[in-house]
């Protein structure tokens, strides 16, 4: 767990509740692959091929990055990108002010541009026009992935292997094999409940990794706990899945069904959208034995595949 949070105990399968044990608190690497082929793109114009020149063409002098249109240029010639333009008043090169000229003339040269997707060493292998490329690039299923640890504001991306041993080296975070779990979250401030996450755990399943998060927070002035899943891939594999979590005593159980969520959806997105099984802190009180002092709370809970 994160500073100012627990520690949970863990158990890895179903038949074994008695084997709790202690956890304690708490440049992305490519593969070069060429191209096989050129996506088909109705009614658009096939152009010049670029090469290195025109591409320092189209670098904005100022961020580095490529320039799409508007393009804008000072009564020198000088271009920059629109972003730079609007935060700027004389121009980077010869410092003449700016004023609003575009430069149409490079946003045609640019518009003849076929250019391979910028994570084709990650496996993507189409070829875009210019100006459709930066759309394709923000939903191409073969984009880094963020880290999926929670508690703090990791800046690593990466494909999923290379997170996987990220996490394990990086994070310490707990490996596990199997599809079935049972995690025993222990806090002894339960009246604290800032920057209360407790430490991500890792689920090998099905040949894929499933995240188990579980932390403290305020809906409003109500502290609530929650327990939820995302999945290490993209959306469309994760809705091949479905898992339940399950917590109770004394003749009592709360019990929530849902399909992982995707890492692409960070998980402050997931906790906020309460998309994962909520337990008010007086009911997870109870459920720990009923003395208020400390949270020893059992989460239990499965994974498995949904048939096609």
Known sequence: MTPGGGTYEGIIGSHNDNADYDIAPESIETRASPHRKISALNGVNRGVAANSAVHELLECPICLNEMYPPIHQCPNGHTLCSKCQSKIRCCPICRHELGNIRCLALERVAESLELPCRYQNLGCQDIFPYNIRLRHEQSCRFRPYNCP??????????????????????????????????????????????????????????????????????IGTAPVYMAFIRFMGDDQDARKFSYTLEVGANGRKMTWQGVPRSIRDSHLKVRDSMDGLIIQRNLAMFFSGGNRQELKLKVAGRIWKEQA
Request: charged fraction near 15%.
């Open 149 to 218: 640890y929670a508690g703090a504001e990791c800046p690593m991306t990466g494909d999923i292997p290379f997170l996987v041993a990220h996490l394990k080296s990086d994070h310490k975070v707990d490996m596990h094999d199997g599809c079935t779990f049972n995690h025993r979250y222990v806090k002894s401030n339960t009246q604290d409940v800032e920057n209360a996450t407790w430490m991500l755990t890792v689920f090998n399943c099905y040949g894929y990794q499933f995240c188990l998060h579980f932390e403290a927070f305020n």
